[in-house]
């Protein structure tokens, strides 16, 4: 079931058999008397990042209550192919879908059925595809460790942290903060520094100058803006000031956060002097009516999207790929030879 990319898709495929009459399943009221438990976690959850995906488990209880094995689900906004996993979990039920459907006493028949998928986007499409129709993961896993330990070799330290307790480690992630101007004083101070506390976890709704004492709603802030010349377009452009301010991280197999220190910064000014890859495209973005102003000011081009060290890596990895595979679908993956 390849998620199809068209700018005009044809609702009409090939694999749609519309002469064919297939008992129409009664919509089971149960299934929308409560929200589903979609979870959002899980191998399949988990393996990719996309706006609006949900749990596919959830999708599959549907499919196999209002269709029938070997019938054809189209989806037209099929994004990462939700309704594709859904019509290949109808197949092979997991424990937790065959409890929620006893539990809600749907009338499920397991089974496969087929799914025609049509998405604009082109992350989309791929995600789908991939998903769908997955390479060997033992391929995969030989692939990527490959891929992985090569640019480990190029950039070693790129991600390298001291942990809280003073030995080498790792980032897992890190939080970046927006650096905000108080109305009253015009101090600057950061989203994280007037408004986040870690214990208990809480986001602040007003913001309180840490200054002058000032208090307003957090809507209200102005955020700062910063120039820089960018390195790609050469020109003297504008991004939100970001700060960064904690770091979660890894050592010997035990995860630990901190906050940012002059050392994080260091590796930061490091990756932001070193030269970007040749791979890297300078690619205006042509927002058009998606343009918002808070959101996307100063994002003009593709490269916009990313910190300096984190376009490092992909632009690394983009380019130590020279191997390939073919997943069964003859989608492509790269990896080092
Ligand atoms: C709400 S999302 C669907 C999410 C999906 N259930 C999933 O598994 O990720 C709607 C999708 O429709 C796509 N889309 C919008 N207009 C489209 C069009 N004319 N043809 C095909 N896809 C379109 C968008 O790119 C978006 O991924
Ligand atoms: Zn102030």
Known sequence: ????????????????????????????????????????????????????????????????????????????????????????????????????ATKLQVPVKWGPRKAVIYELSVLGSFVATTMCSPPSSSEFLKAAEKLISACEKKLPLLYAAIDDEGKEGW???????????????????????AAVTLAPAAIAQNFKCPACGYVVSMDEIERVFETFQDPLTGRIAERKKRVLKRIYGESQGRKWSRPATAEDEV??????????????PIAE???????????HKGIT?????????????????????????????????TSPA
Not at 174 to 190: H, K, M, N, Q, Y
């Open 1 to 100: 079931m390849p998620a199809k990319r068209s700018a005009a898709p044809s609702l009409f495929h090939s694999d749609l058999d519309f002469g064919k009459k297939t008992k129409r399943t009664e919509a089971p009221t149960a299934l929308y008397a409560t929200p589903l438990p979609a979870s959002r976690t899980g191998a399949l959850y988990s393996a990719f990042s996309y706006p609006t995906k949900i749990s596919p488990e959830s999708i599959a209880v549907f499919v196999a209550s209002h269709t029938q094995p070997g019938d054809t689900i189209l989806d037209c906004f099929g994004g990462s192919g939700t309704t594709g996993l859904a019509a290949l979990l109808a197949a092979k039920p997991t424990a937790k879908m065959k409890e929620l």
């Open 171 to 193: 980032i897992r992630h890190a939080i970046w903060s927006d650096v905000l101007a108080c109305p009253d004083c015009r101090g600057e101070t950061t989203f994280w520094d």
């Open 267 to 280: 590796i930061l000014r490091q990756a932001s002097e070193t030269p970007i890859p040749a791979c890297v």
């Open 285 to 295: 973005i042509p927002w058009g009516d998606l343009y918002r102003s808070g959101y």
């Open 301 to 333: 081009h593709l490269h916009h999207f990313y910190t300096a060290r984190n376009l490092l890596a992909m632009a690394t990895i983009w380019e130590s790929r020279s191997a390939i595979l073919i997943t069964t679908a003859g989608r492509m993956f």
